[in-house]
T-cell receptor
Framework: KQEVTQIPAALSVPEGENLVLNCSFTDSAIYNLQWFRQDPGKGLTSLLLIQSSQREQTSGRLNASLDKSSGRSTLYIAASQPGDSATYLCAFRSARQLTFGSGTQLTVLP | GAVVSQHPSRVICKSGTSVKIECRSLDFQATTMFWYRQFPKQSLMLMAT?????????EQGVEKDKFLINHASLTLSTLTVTSAHPEDSSFYIC????????????FGSGTRLTVV
């Protein structure tokens, strides 16, 4: 059974810091990995999608990497802002389905 | 970009009644849609995969007769919670895959169901 783990579960940083969120998975048969943001009581917003053939994707202040050999993905957020406060979820896509990690709740303090 | 619209965003119903949640792909066709359930401070759990024109595929432990799924067109899937009970209170989210954006998943805004 595929397991997706996110560390840390919660993170609080002062505004302006660069930070890294971690996601690990146990199944090497990956199609792609997707990072989402979820605000309280809201749906999911897709941030970055990394195909299995790619090593990283960038969008603005966000950079996501994928290392299939070690079963890890990281989401790097540069120059964090209070508006970045949310829960960040990684999702592993295999041939059958999308499996979510438990999320990292990020709080950026002004 | 791909947009998935989900309605209603919030619903309160009495125990024993049924509630229908709609999920629409607005600018793309989705032969497959997915229904998730999320408990407070927990991640998303896949409930079922909705297939246009055929029966839905339910995950282990999900009651088919309680969570009725209909995918009658390429842009609409519905989830009906039948004979709702307070333990069905949860956050339900649908998603669809948009092949135009590299096979990523697009999610609806979710429905907060409260059964009283």
């Amino acid at each position: 059974k595929q397991e997706v783990t996110q560390i840390p579960a919660a993170l609080s940083v002062p505004e302006g810091e660069n930070l890294v969120l971690n996601c690990s998975f146990t199944d090497s048969a990956i199609y792609n990995l997707q990072w989402f943001r979820q605000d309280p009581g809201k749906g999911l917003t897709s941030l970055l999608l990394i195909q299995s053939s790619q090593r990283e994707q960038t969008s603005g202040r966000l950079n996501a990497s994928l290392d299939k050999s070690s079963g890890r993905s990281t989401l790097y957020i540069a120059a964090s802002q209070p508006g970045d406060s949310a829960t960040y979820l990684c999702a592993f896509r295999s041939a059958r389905q999308l499996t979510f990690g438990s999320g990292t709740q990020l709080t950026v303090l002004p | 970009g791909a947009v998935v619209s989900q309605h209603p965003s919030r619903v309160i119903c009495k125990s024993g009644t049924s509630v229908k949640i709609e999920c629409r792909s607005l600018d793309f066709q989705a032969t497959t849609m997915f229904w998730y359930r999320q408990f407070p401070k927990q991640s998303l759990m896949l409930m079922a995969t909705s297939n246009e024109g055929s029966k839905a595929t339910y995950e282990q432990g999900v009651e088919k007769d309680k969570f009725l799924i209909n995918h009658a067109s390429l842009t609409l899937s519905t989830l009906t919670v039948t004979s709702a009970h307070p333990e069905d209170s949860s956050f339900y989210i649908c998603s669809a895959r948009d092949f135009q954006t590299g096979y990523g998943y697009t999610f609806g805004s979710g429905t907060r169901l409260t059964v009283v």
